[in-house]
């Protein structure tokens, strides 16, 4: 099978799933910028762990090493692999965490807004300020009942954590963006059921308006909930309602942002049956915003849209945006399938 997907006639490609894709696609990448990296378990697109971090564009590696151990982050199990969604998000957005004017302009686009003021989310490793923040999940508060014991959260694992987050001011007062990253996710069979009684015990008094997000429903229970990616996106919308009921850091409001790139069909699948029979659509992202009591709390939008504009005015000759138009080559399909 052809690894060079770019040489791949668009016919072919197409017939692919974007999982597979992708798969060639990191394979071919890797040959080419690494070709003596140790394959983990023989996968030609998965690294050693103590490689993973040549899997981030060439100006994080060190800075994101400093930001994880600074702030006792764990990095995700599958962090090693070149389709990790953590890795995807960090080779976007930390370049830009001191960059607040791109910034602004991602932000606004993606919330359709006047580009807004930003705010500085927390220090990075050498003490500047970052106007992103990563494995966010509630600055230090037990927002969702998921401490153990009364022990401190460790972002990134065992809680509820976005996998960024931003903060702005517009001329309504200052505002969190909590966002989502995928790349080539896609889900079907329930959570394991083991953990449902502990799930109900933190979740079923701040699931439902008032004091939570979704609308009240008879025909709508937390379990619905229990299959992904319906289990994050609540959990996420959840976070985003109790900051803003306890105006974190003065915020104003608080929502949730989900990012994807446009040819991952699979992830917007409705894999809810109970869910599923409420016919309020067979997108999983239209239907969960339906479900809210604020639909307008919830925005998704795909990778392209949001970050094409700015790779394209960085030019190939800023080391951020040729990073990544070589490295996610599904960016150039956009073009691609236009013409």
Known sequence: MDT????????????????VGERL????????MLPARTCFQNSPYRVDPSEKAQLLAPMIRSTAAQYFCKYKISWHRHANHALS?????LNFLMPLAEQP???SQLIGHALDIRPPNMMPVEDGPDGRPWYVGFEWNGGGHDYLNESKNGKPLQRGANSTSADAVVRFCTDQGPEFLLIEWKYTEKYGAPIPK???SERCRRYAGIAFNPKGPLKTNPDLNLTDFFYEPFYQLLRQQMLAHQMQLAQHDGARRVRVLHISPAGNHALHRVTSPPLRELGCGT?????FRSLLVRPNDFVDRTIEELFLPTLREAGEDDPWASYLTRRYRFLSDVASNAS
């Open 4 to 19: 060079q997907p770019e040489n791949t006639p668009s016919s072919r490609r197409s017939s692919l799933t974007f999982e």
């Open 25 to 32: 696609r990191q394979t071919a990448f890797l040959d080419e």
């Open 85 to 89: 969604s953590q890795q995807c998000c």
């Open 101 to 103: 004017d791109r910034l």
């Open 194 to 196: 083991s953990g449902n």
């Open 283 to 287: 997108d999983a992202f239209d239907l």
